[in-house]
């Protein structure tokens, strides 16, 4: 009796097995939304939340991790602000020549030039027009303005602020510098 017990299971069981699998369908999906996820729009409306796309944006006055705010204003009175106040805040061992080099090369060569003379690639090809030498007599820079220009731009030049983090801007302002001194003797 026990074995007759036994051989019907294991063959109710095999039935049921068998009886499953049908060759002329696709196998059964668990989670489906796990192989074929739902992509959403960025900014777009949620009913996730009462107000829409507005309870998805930063509240006023918050500033996101790891940024500085930049408090001098883009003006001609913010640029001579920065011209005689702005410091480097890197300190001599945080200053990185040959960072800052690959940075301009990367950014500023095609237009300064690679010795700052104001002789790049583009200059050379008369794509672009006055670009003053670091070195010229009428042209005071100092490190904050250097770092106003990059981050705002200036006359042709547009704003690195999006390229360049803080540090990189100063790594820049750095260099530059170091160019104006070679320049200079």
């Known amino acids: ?7 019907s299971f294991i ?3 095999l039935v049921a097995v068998v009886s499953c699998k049908k060759d002329s369908r696709p196998n059964y999906q668990f989670m489906p939304n796990m ?9 777009s409306e949620s009913d996730a939340f009462k107000n829409g796309v507005e309870a998805q944006l930063p509240v006023d006055g918050t500033i996101p ?3 500085t705010p930049y408090e001098i204003e883009n003006t001609t009175e913010g640029f001579e602000l920065a011209k005689a106040t702005l410091l480097n805040p890197l300190d001599s061992n945080e200053i990185d020549l040959e960072r800052g ?3 301009y090369n990367i950014y500023c060569a095609i237009c300064h030039g690679t010795k700052g003379d104001g002789q790049g690639n583009l200059v050379k090809r008369e794509k672009i027009l006055g670009i003053p030498s670091y070195d010229d007599v009428g ?3 100092t490190e904050g303005s250097i770092y106003h220009v990059i981050y705002y731009g200036k006359n042709a030049m547009g ?5 360049l983090n803080e540090e990189e801007r100063w790594q820049v302002v ?11 003797k």
């Open 139 to 141: 042209r005071a820079i």
């Open 101 to 103: 080099k690959e940075l």
């Open 159 to 163: 704003s690195y602020a999006n390229q």
């Open 65 to 67: 991790r790891g940024f």
């Open 11 to 13: 063959a109710l069981v």
């Open 35 to 43: 192989y074929e996820p739902v992509g959403y729009e960025t900014y």
């Open 174 to 184: 750095a260099y530059v510098l170091d160019l104006k001194t070679k320049l200079e």
């Open 1 to 7: 009796m026990k074995s007759l017990i036994k051989i």
